[in-house]
C-alpha cells in the first residue's frame, strides 16, 4: 500500500459515485471488446463461424457491470497482487506472531552466551559460641565461583545460534505460506468481481429473450404461460446478483484478513485480466499458451529454495548441536571458594584475636547419574529430525510434480473454452433465441440453451481459478518466486 493511499482524505460523496459508475463502465467495455476479440477469433467449432452481426445485438444491450455501484461494496480500496504481497510479508497476523520468535532466538543467544556470577559470602555470629568460649568459631567472609568446564558455554552458544537460524528458516516458511493464500485471496477476490459482471451480461441475455416472449404474446402467437416462464428466468438473477455480491464481500473479508487490514475494509482487485478472456500477461499469472519451464528444472529448484526444507535440514543441524550440549552437561562443573577468617573473642577470655584465609572445592561425582537420559533424549531427537528431514525432501518431490500436473491440466482446459467451448455456446445461445424468435422452436428450447451457456462461462471461470491457484500451488511448491 502506498503514501499516498494511506494519507489521501476521503473524497465527498459525489465524486466517489461518480468515479465508481465511471470505472465499472470501463471494466464492462473492456470485457466486452475483449469476449468479442476471442469469440471472432476462436470459433472452430461451431457450426458456422461468428460474425460481428451476430454478436451485435448482444453488446449494444449489455449494460454496465455493478460490482463498483456505491450502493453496494462502497470505499473500495485498489490493491494490485506486488502491494498485497508486501503488506503481508509484515502485517499478516501470522507473521506479526511469528516475528516474535526471532526476538525470543535472540534473547536465548544472550541467554546462553552467559557466564555464572560470582557469589559472596558471609558468616558472622552472634553469641556465646562466637565470643565467649575457649573454642569458639570464628568468623568469616569470603566469595565463590563457578566453573563450567567442558566447553558447556560454547556449545549452549552454538545451540541457541543454531535455533535461531531454524527460527529466521520456520518464518520465511510462513511468509511463503500467506504469499500463496494471498495470491490465492486475490484470485477468488478477482473472480468475485468478475462474476458480478458474469451475472449483470447474462442477465441481459435472459432480459432479451423476455422482451421476445413478450412481443410473441402481444402478436398472439403463445400463450401466456411462456410469457412468464421468461419473466421468471429474468427474476431469478436477483438471487444470483445477491450471492454475486456475497461471494465479493466474503473474499474480500478474507484478503482483509490476510493482509492484516480491518475486515470492514472493501478490496478492489486491479488484475483480473483471465476472467475478461484476456490473453495479455498478467501479475497473477502468464499467459497459458506460454511454455512452462521443465519438470526436472522446477525440482532443482525446489531442492535448493523450498523454505520448509530447509527448516527441515536446520531441525537436523540444531539437534546434533543438542546432542553435543547433553553430552559436554555430564562434565561435573567445579565450585571454587575462598575468603577471610577472623575470630572476635571478648577481651574477658585472655585469648589474642585470630585470623586466616581458607580455600574449598566442590565438584559433582557422576557415579549414580551421568546424564544418561538428557542425552537419549537428545539422540532420539536428531534421529526424529534426520527422518522428518527425509520425508520433507519426497513431500517436496510430490508436491511440485502434484502442482506441475495441475497446471498443465488447468491450461488444457483453458485452451479448450478459450477456442472452442466458450464461441460454441454462445453461438448456441445466439441461434436458439433467433429461433424462438422466428417461431421455429419453443421457450424451452432457448431457455435451456441459456442455462449452457451460463453453465459454460461459470466452468470457465472455476477453470481459471483451477488454473491461478495451481500457479500459486507451484510456487509454494518450489519455494520461489516463478519468473515469466
Known sequence: MSEQNKTQPARSKDIVVSHLVQFGFRKASLILSLTCACFLTQSALAEEPITNDMLDWSLNELTPGTSDRPNHPVNRFPISLSQAFDVSFNKNPSV???????????????????????????????????????????????????????????????????????????????????????????????????????????????????????????????????????????????????????????ASIELDYLLGFKPEQDLDVEDNGLFKLSLQRTELVPPPHEPLPSLEELLAQAFEQRPDLKAAKQSVVTAQNAVKLAKVQAIPDILIGSGWVFSTYNKSTGLPQQEGAYLNVNMDIPIFYRHQGEIAAAKASRNQAQLQAQAMATRVEADVRAAYSVLAAARVNLARYKQNLIPLALSVVRKAQDSYERGKSDLGNALVAQQQFQQTFSNYFDSVVTYQNAWADLETAIGKKLDF
Open 96 to 250: 506479526v506472531a511469528a516475528l516474535k520468535n526471532i526476538d525470543l532466538a535472540q534473547a536465548q543467544i544472550k541467554t546462553a552466551g552467559a557466564r555464572p556470577n560470582p557469589q559472596f559470602a558471609m558468616q558472622y555470629g552472634f553469641g556465646p559460641p562466637f565470643v565467649g568460649a575457649v573454642s569458639g568459631n570464628t568468623q568469616q567472609i569470603g566469595g565463590n565461583q563457578l566453573f563450567e568446564t567442558g566447553g558447556k558455554r560454547r556449545a549452549r552458544l552454538r545451540y541457541a545460534r543454531s535455533n535461531y537460524t531454524l527460527a529466521e528458516y520456520q518464518l520465511a516458511d510462513l511468509r511463503y505460506d500467506v504469499r500463496s493464500a494471498v495470491r490465492k485471496g486475490y484470485a477468488e477476490l478477482a473472480a468475485a468481481e468478475a462474476n458480478i459482471e458474469l451475472v449483470e451480461n447474462q442477465r441481459t441475455l435472459v432480459e432479451r429473450l423476455a422482451r421476445i416472449a413478450e412481443k410473441r404474446f402481444q402478436e398472439g402467437h403463445v400463450e401466456e404461460l411462456e410469457k412468464l416462464q421468461a419473466r421468471l428466468a429474468v427474476d431469478q438473477f436477483d438471487t444470483l446478483r445477491n450471492s454475486a455480491f456475497s461471494r465479493l464481500r466474503q
